[in-house]
């Protein structure tokens, strides 16, 4: 549990924000030159705010009324950055254990070669940053975190630099990580998809003050409906590979069969599906002699309508956001709590590693 209340006052720039965020992973999200990354600064303590506090499990890390300044290094908060930031001379083993190695033994509460294990590097233990993927040095600056067993990881846009495939792949991990580890996050983005599949809460920034808090969707959909900043929606979902022919390959996400385009992977295997969505057709009726192999039957649990652009959100047994114009949903005549249909092509799924 963090909490804060942070003014900054500077010449080209200015921040007031409050609140509260607990043990799960909470987004922190807004335009460019919303404060996004100066709160994170503020909360590590790499930026000393003008005046507040801040307090992470009951232990005041500042307060300019009491006079407390924890230091960067004494707060046990890990940060990753877009760039991952590794060093560039160590090998990844040496990367991992650098921080590890500047904590009392009886701070040690992560084993960096394990943490290795569980992101799947151990095999890149010998190799240089500049030999790895963008997706590797990603898993590395997370376990370099990690390794200094923190009490908080703060994320600063960690998936920007990377394309869709690695962004799901990276996502999944980050929630491994939060389900294994218990380890409360903060997570920077300009993405609602990526906001939306790892996050439980998320916090809204316009301008250096909070415009919004909520769970994601219900938020950051809203405000993409209202027009903000913010990119096309796609869904992000764990799945396992099921049954293949030579053609399609069938993919559980949850409890739902989706169909894909054939994918050389084994049964059981773990995989990460994105499905765009503005790719989905919603009807209202069951549709008949249709060439798309998706047909799944859900209700509508949530519509966030603004001028021409609408979200829905459809429960399916796994839960799919549709876009669609404000026109079709009127002609559909859907609301809150209507049974329909999501209808889309085998080749709209993308499937990646997990």
């Given at each position: 549990m963090i909490s804060f209340d942070v003014q900054l006052d500077r010449q080209e720039f200015s921040l007031d924000?409050?609140?509260?965020?607990?043990?799960g992973i909470t987004a922190v999200f807004g335009p460019?030159?919303?404060g996004k990354s100066t709160l994170l600064d503020c909360l590590a303590g790499t930026i000393r705010p003008t005046s507040g506090m801040v307090?992470?499990?009951?232990?005041?890390?500042?307060?300019?009324?009491?006079?407390?300044w924890v230091k960067p290094e004494n707060r046990r908060i890990g940060t990753v950055y877009q760039d991952g930031a590794l060093f560039p001379h160590l090998d990844v083993r040496k990367n991992?254990?650098?921080?590890?190695?500047?904590?009392?033994?009886?701070?040690?509460?992560?084993?960096?070669?394990?943490?290795?294990?569980?992101?799947?590097?151990?095999?890149?233990?010998?190799?240089?940053?500049?030999?790895?993927?963008?997706?590797e040095r990603q898993r590395v600056a997370i376990a370099r975190a990690l390794a200094t067993s923190p009490a908080l990881l703060l994320l600063d846009e960690p998936l920007a630099s990377l394309d869709a495939a690695r962004r799901g792949s990276i996502l999944n991990y980050l929630k491994r990580v939060h389900s294994e580890f218990e380890m409360p996050m903060i997570y920077v983005s300009h993405s609602i998809s990526e906001v939306v599949s790892v996050a439980s809460k998320a916090v809204l920034l316009r301008e250096g003050k909070v415009e919004g808090f909520d769970r994601p969707s219900a938020l950051l959909l809203g405000a993409a409906a209202a027009g903000g900043d913010?990119?096309?929606?796609?869904?992000?979902?764990?799945?396992?590979?099921?049954?293949?022919?030579?053609?399609?390959?069938?993919?559980?996400?949850?409890?739902?069969?989706?169909?894909?385009?054939?994918?050389?992977?084994?049964l059981g295997e773990k995989v990460v599906v994105s499905l765009g969505a503005n790719?989905?057709?919603?009807a209202a009726s069951e549709p008949q002699n249709l060439s798309a192999r998706n047909i799944l039957t859900g209700v509508v649990s949530e519509i966030w309508s603004n001028d021409d652009r609408v979200f829905t959100e459809v429960d399916v047994g796994q839960k799919f956001i549709v876009e669609l114009t404000e026109n079709a949903l009127s002609e559909l005549g859907i609301a809150?709590?209507?049974?329909?249909?999501?209808?889309?092509?085998?080749?709209?799924?993308?499937?990646?590693?997990?």
């Open positions: 924000i409050s609140g509260e965020f607990d043990n460019s030159g919303a307090s992470l499990a009951g232990t005041t890390l500042f307060s300019s009324a009491e006079g407390t991992i254990e650098f921080g590890w190695k500047f904590l009392q033994t009886a701070d040690r509460r992560l084993n960096p070669l394990e943490i290795a294990e569980f992101l799947g590097l151990s095999h890149l233990l010998e190799r240089r940053p500049s030999e790895l993927s963008g997706g913010v990119d096309r929606f796609t869904n992000i979902l764990d799945g396992v590979i099921g049954d293949s022919t030579d053609h399609l390959t069938t993919v559980m996400v949850g409890g739902v069969k989706i169909s894909t385009r054939h994918q050389n992977k084994n790719q989905i057709i919603l809150v709590g209507h049974d329909v249909f999501l209808v889309f092509k085998s080749s709209s799924v993308d499937v990646f590693d997990a």
